[in-house]
């Protein structure tokens, strides 16, 4: 059984699209997040939710926009996409420290 | 803003050799962590050091942490071709908020 799963695995979108990502842990934690990983495969954090309710939102643009509908749940919204965009989303989940990454997202951006 | 930086960021060795990589960070942690990544994978947790522990090992990994030089250094022995990956080492501050680096990418060669 799967404990973190994306979907989808891969995104192929114009500039300007509006695009969603999905996020789903069956582990029974609290906290989740979505990080980011460039071409050059440094992962930088976006956004932790809490119990639903966002911890960390680093300096991330507002086009991108999480939503938790439960605790098991965290979704990637994003709006307006831009060629700068395109890179590998993780959802991750953890409790007391050890994180649990999904397989990511590869967006890419045309 | 990211937290740990691996070194080097890139490292080939023949199978059987052990491979070094080292982590430095710049802030107090709780504890530390190594990943590691498979190509075109999510983050596997491998190991998790206290900031109270100096050394820990798990199977053929060794894992050092000196707080006063804010490093750590994790010990791959007798390396296969299926460690080549990229390693990543994680700091943890608190509230499971990690901080990752950009990843050392080892290259075991059969």
């Known amino acids: 059984d799967t404990a973190v799963s994306q979907t989808p695995k891969y995104l192929v979108t114009q500039m300007g699209n509006d695009k969603s990502i999905k996020c789903e842990q069956n582990?029974?934690?609290?906290?989740m997040y979505w990080y980011k990983q460039d071409s050059k495969k440094f992962l930088k954090i976006m956004f932790s939710?809490?119990?639903?309710?966002?911890?960390i939102n680093e300096t991330v643009p507002n086009r991108f926009s999480p939503k938790s509908p439960d605790k098991a749940h965290l979704n990637l919204h994003i709006n307006s996409l831009e060629l700068g965009d395109s890179a590998v989303y993780f959802c991750a989940s953890s409790q007391r420290g050890t994180q649990y990454f999904g397989p990511g997202t590869r967006l890419t951006v045309l | 803003s990211q937290q740990g930086e691996e070194d080097p960021q890139a490292l080939s060795i023949q199978e059987g050799e052990n491979a070094t990589m080292n982590c430095s960070y710049k802030t107090s942690i709780n504890n530390l962590q190594w990943y590691r990544q498979n190509s075109g994978r999510g983050l596997v947790h491998l190991i998790l050091?206290?900031?109270?522990?100096r050394e820990k090992h798990s199977g053929r990994l060794r894992v050092t942490l000196d707080t006063s030089k804010k490093s750590s250094s994790l010990l791959i022995t007798a390396s296969r071709a299926a460690d080549t990956a990229s390693y990543f080492c994680a700091t943890d501050a608190g509230s499971d908020d990690m901080r990752f680096g950009a990843g050392t990418r080892l290259t075991v060669k059969p």
């Open positions: 582990l029974g934690h609290d906290t």
């Open positions: 050091i206290r900031s109270n522990e």
């Open positions: 939710y809490n119990n639903k309710e966002l911890i």
